[in-house]
């Protein structure tokens, strides 16, 4: 069954993997997704990518968010796409945002992180593609 | 003999635990989607056995940090444990941040809770039957305990007693005196008090005041509601409180109260579904056809009064 956007809002779920403690950004995003209209499940910081994949399971969402500035997304993120295959969703688009060199960048998108947004994005712009990915997922 | 009716697929794994199965038609209830309606009506003799605990009170006093912590207990003493924390919903977008995931901690490998954030979505109305919906596909899902969390004082319109067996009203010291409790209209429905940081100055005064309150009796024919002191920094009270939640949920058995009260709260919930139902169609009437659109004309040229065209919508004595 389709959703129709205006009937049933999309679900993202917002989380920041990893040890780092600053989630300005990541709240900025949820508030800008939620203006437009996404209930956000907003995980908060130190997720591990076992809870980021539960947390995106039970609350059924059509689009995951991952902020992360610590530097250690070479490791956490194929690792949420890799348990989130093994749970057969990989139907469930990945995005990404923080400090994430370009060279990382591609990698992940090779990996299947939907898209990457580094600083100086605008919100216009993740909202957008957040739209994109969650109604043609959901 | 019958045969027992096929079940759905959907409601067969959820019975069978499947978890992303009971979160799809979570979903689905949520979207009011026909695609429930068959899996609900499926599943809806096998439930109505376990206690579903409400958890409200006002913003900030820490109810989402409890029910960590109470999940903590439950699971201490073997009990699964499926949670429902409804947010309101945005007026403006239609969006929402459902934080309340935020302070929960738990394994992440603990097939016994599941978590689900829920929006209130604005006005729609059917809130209450919708979680009703969701608190018992929880139940069919195998969990032995609900825990409904809710922001109460009228900031999300969710009528708690109409989906709980048992309501925890959770307070803090010094957030008003006891006038605040009686007016946000949280001392009526609360069957357990929670004083919550009680380790802050002022929690043994918080609880006289509700000791004393709750001995002038709430109505609740025979139930005096405990109040109880918990700290989840410094973690006290827990087991206390899951004693007094108990204690309502015996008193339920003894006391031959449990089967009004689900009579009360299923009459509650079809006169909501109906209310909805019914409500949609004559909006939906007023849009299409000719004679109701000349009537609303009239009521908007101020010639008819909108009472008298609810009249004729629907005939009856004029109250």
Redesign the interface.
Known sequence: ?V?SPK???L?VLIAKPGLDGHDRGAKVV??A?????????????RQ?P??I???A????VDLIGLSILSGAHMALFPRVLQLLKR???ADIPVFAGGIIPDEDARRLKKAGIRAIFGPGTSLQEIVTTAQRLARHAA | MTRAPRLPPAARAILGGD??AL??V???V????P?AVAVSRALYPRTGKVPVIGITGPLGVGKSSLINLLVGRLRELDLTVGIVAVDP??P????????D??RFERR??DAGV????M?S?GEVGGLAAATREVCRLLEAGGFNVILLETVGSGQVDLAVRDVATTSVVVLVPHLGDEVQTLKAGLFEIADVFCVNKSDLPGADHARRDLVELAGLGSGRAGWTPRVVLTSTTQPSGIAELWEAIEAHERFLDSSGGRSAEERRRLTAEIVELARERVGRQFAERLEREPELRRLLEEVVARRVDPRTAADRLVPGPAR
Not at chain 1, 57 to 60: M, Q, T, V
């Open positions: 069954m959703r009937e049933a809002p679900r949820a508030r997704l939620r203006d437009a209209g996404f209930e956000v499940i907003y995980a908060g910081l591990t076992e809870e994949v539960r947390a399971l039970e609350e059924d749970e057969k969703a | 978890r992303r979160a799809r979570i979903s689905q949520e979207d009011r989607d695609a919903t945005s403006y977008s239609g969006g929402s941040v459902l934080g995931r935020i992440s490998d599941f978590f689900r954030s929006a979505r």
